[in-house]
Each structure stands twice: as C-alpha cells, then as structure tokens.
C-alpha cells in the first residue's frame, strides 16, 4: 500500500500538468483509487500502526486533486468526490474521522452554494448530498443537527416550486432514517418529518399549473402513507383522507392527455395499495380503518 501512494503521488503530479480539458478524466480514477487505498489501510490495521496517519494523509491529497478539479471550472464532479469522500472517511472510522467526514461534506455544500446555477442541476444535487447523509452515522448531533438542518433550508430555497417540494420531501428521511453517533438506532423525529411533509403541501398548493400540482400531491400522499406505515404518529388516517380527496377533486378536472394518464395510473396504483392494506387481514402495522377512498 505504501507503494501505492507514492505512485498515486507521481501519477496525480504527471496528470495534473495535463490542462483543464484532460484532468476532468484523469484526476478522478486517481481520487477513487486513493479511497480504495484507504480502506486497504483500515483492513490491515492489524499490521501496520501507523494507519490512522496514513489514512489523513490520504484524505488530504484527495482533498487537494479534487481541489484542482475546482479550479478548472468543475463543480458537479467535485460534488460526487467531496460526498463519495465523506462516506467512505466515516466507514473507515480512523482518528478524527468525523472532522474528515465533516469537512469533505461542507466543501460540498459550499460547491452546491456557489458553482451550481442550473435549477435541474440543483435538485440532484441537493438530492445526492441527502441521500449521502442519511447513509452516515458517523456524526455526533453538534455535525449532524447542522448538516440535516442546511439539507432543509437549500431544498427550500431552490428555484422552481415542483423542485421545492420534492426536495423538502426527500430531506424528511434525514429527520427519519438519519443516524447520529450521539443516540442509538435511527433520529425518528416524527415531528420535524411532519413540519417538512406539511411545507410540501404548502408548496405545491402554490404551484400555478395544476396537472403538476396533482403529481406532487400524488407524490405526498406516497411519503405520508411511507410514514404512516413506519409508525409516525404525527402522521394521521385523517391527513390521508384530505390529500385522497384533494386528489380526487383535482384529477377529473385536467385535460386528457400522457401525462395526466401517467398521474391518474400512479394514483391508482396508490389507491389499490391502500385498499389491500385496508380490507387485508393483517394484523400488522397501523390501522386503515377510517381511510375514504
């Protein structure tokens, strides 16, 4: 592994002369290798004791390569590398790890700050950068609560009002699924799940054109019926009912055409779901009891 440092070294030297044009294909293979290297350290930790060093020392170079993918004018790439960094610092678990962790995050929210303009951009961005911390439970709440909390407040403040919403939608899994180093098991905050569900639907009740009005709260009523089924208890049959009906209100109303048929056969296929859990015989998860359909 030694080895392979000084050559990933020599290699990135080499490359790095090669032009803005060249590096944005021969600088990433070399970030990927040296987090490849870095988790060969960690399996051989039984034989060499100098590896947590080694492993810092691997996170800055990468650091400085993707560092000079931004200086040419990259920024999506980054973003991936800074996120892919992120992970794999907080499976390796080496001394201050979680700093590492922290900082590859924050240099890729200050990309996704400062470098991305283009609004569909934008959304996978914000996307790949939740979806990357709620797979890390590496962060003590002082890192954690900062980090879900940005999460909430970019998906927020993105351009387009369809976009708003959806990110706000996916940002509840953070306050969900996410794991934090300070507690056992998953965060489960039903009530901030419940804040950033109900801003959905205030966003989408401001969107103007109404068949993509009705495919958000299509895409609502899908979150809500997620956590209703996992047991959130801010989230009630009575919700379900209002979102069921505003659908079908809405529905009848929009011209024939693809779209609308794509958004009436999702709702369906809604529908159909709820009615198996409703008239179905299992015991198990919450009751369907009250729901209108």
């Known amino acids: 592994p030694n080895q392979q440092y000084l050559i990933l070294n020599t290699a ?11 590096i944005k294909f021969t600088l990433p293979p070399i970030v990927f290798a040296a987090y490849r290297l870095a988790m060969r350290y960690k399996e051989a930790k039984e034989e060499d004791e100098n590896w947590e060093k080694k492993c810092q020392k691997i996170f800055q170079f990468c650091h400085q390569t993707v560092g000079a993918l931004i200086k040419a004018d990259m920024a999506e790439m980054p973003l991936r590398l800074f996120l892919q960094g992120a992970l794999t610092a907080g499976e390796i678990e080496f001394e201050n790890h979680e700093t590492v962790a922290y900082e ?27 979806g990357t911390l709620e797979q890390m439970s590496c962060f003590g709440d002082e890192n954690h609560e900062p980090l879900r909390t940005q999460c909430a407040l970019a998906a927020s403040k993105l351009l387009k009002k369809p976009d708003q919403c959806r990110g706000v939608c996916t940002c509840s899994h ?19 799940v419940s804040d950033c569900l109900k801003k959905g639907v205030k966003i989408a009740n401001q969107c103007m054109d109404s068949s993509v009005q009705v495919q958000l709260f299509v895409e609502l009523l899908n979150h809500y019926i997620y956590y209703y089924e996992k047991g959130n208890d801010q989230v009630t049959i009575q919700v379900l009912n209002q979102l069921i009906a505003k659908i079908k209100e809405t529905l009848p109303n929009l011209e024939a055409n693809e779209e609308t048929e794509q958004i009436n056969k999702h709702f369906q296929n809604t529908v159909e779901h709820l009615k198996l859990r409703r008239d179905g015989s299992e015991t198990e998860g919450p009751s369907y009891e009250e729901l209108v359909l």
């Open 174 to 192: 953070l306050f969900w699924s996410g794991r934090s180093a300070s507690q056992e098991g998953e965060l489960q905050d039903s009530k901030r």
């Open 12 to 22: 990135r030297k080499h490359f790095g002369g090669g032009g803005d044009k060249r």
């Open 104 to 130: 590859f995050m924050s240099q890729a929210f200050s990309l996704y700050e400062d470098e991305i303009s283009d609004s569909k951009a934008q959304l996978a961005a914000i996307t790949l950068i939740i």
